[in-house]
């Protein structure tokens, strides 16, 4: 593969979990990646770490997805990086992964956990993918991750699930408005996978891990190799004409 065959993948929250797991299968399948970190800047250098042992070339910036005042600055970063790096001016595929759970029945739900869910799960999505798009190479990819929470409802998610919700209709637009420039857009929704999301109940919490097995038909809840593989097939070009689609990955859970 020569250097301008490789593709470039720029995964939000890169530094654990989900993306993180979707990083390295991608660094797999031969793509270079652009992580994004917030908080855990040690397990961001675990990452790259990780890709380049792979024999890929993987570079992490700090980022906030809830706050857009900084995706200027961060194009600009990028925009360098892609230069420094690859000898490019546009990345291919932008994983919009980066997110945080909050637990609170409806009555419960403050103000103030609302509008930090709806900064980081929604505008944060449609105003970093608007300010990366002139960055995102013609017959491209966009993935954004929602949550089987949109399909089912659990008690506890309302807000969470309905931003999650409305990621999905953003795909179907984006799509649309993307499609003449080869741009394919789809939703990932994961089903309950075991991961530090909210406060890694999932994972820990023996109660919600058995619960979710007992509603899942294969048995038992995700784990992020079940997540990370999946995202990095659909952005092959053997997936190229799947397009505004709701992909789950769950296991089946509450079929
Ligand atoms: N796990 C599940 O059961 C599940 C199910 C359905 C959908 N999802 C969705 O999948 C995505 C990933 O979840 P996960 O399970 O991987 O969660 P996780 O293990 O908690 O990891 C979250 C990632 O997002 C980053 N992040 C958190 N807040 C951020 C912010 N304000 N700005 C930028 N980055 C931020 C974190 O960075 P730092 O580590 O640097 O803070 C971390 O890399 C989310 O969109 C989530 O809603 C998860």
Not at 135 to 161: E, H, K, Q, W
Request: proline content about 3%; glycine content about 10%.
């Amino acid at each position: 593969m020569t250097m301008n065959d490789t593709k470039i993948a720029l995964v939000t929250g890169a530094s654990r979990g989900l993306g993180h797991n979707m990083a390295l299968a991608l660094a797999r399948k031969g793509v270079d990646v652009i992580g994004t970190y917030h908080s855990n800047k040690t397990e961001a250098e675990a990452t790259v770490a990780a890709i380049e042992a792979l024999g890929r070339k993987c570079v992490m910036f700090h980022l906030d997805t809830g706050n857009c005042s900084s995706f200027g600055a961060f194009a600009v970063d990028v925009k360098q990086a892609l230069a420094g790096n690859w000898g490019r001016t546009t990345f291919d595929h932008l994983i919009n992964n980066a997110g945080i759970g909050i637990h609170a029945s409806f009555a419960e739900t403050s103000e103030a956990d609302f509008d930090r869910l709806m900064n980081i799960h929604v505008k944060g999505v449609f105003f970093l993918t608007q300010t990366l798009l002139p960055l995102i190479a013609d017959n491209g990819r966009i993935v954004n991750l929602s949550s089987g929470l949109t399909r089912f409802s659990l008690p506890g998610y309302s807000a969470y699930a309905m931003m999650k919700g409305a990621i999905e209709v953003l795909t179907r637009y984006l799509a649309k408005e993307l499609g003449p420039r080869g741009i394919a857009v789809n939703t990932v929704a994961p089903g309950a996978i075991e991961t530090d999301f909210g406060g890694g109940a999932v994972r820990d919490n023996k109660q919600i891990n058995d619960f979710v097995a007992s509603v899942t038909a294969l048995g038992r809840p995700g784990v992020p190799d079940d997540i990370g593989p999946a995202v990095a097939s659909l952005l092959t070009d053997d997936n190229r004409w799947i397009n505004a689609q709701r992909i789950e990955i769950s296991g089946g859970m509450v079929v």
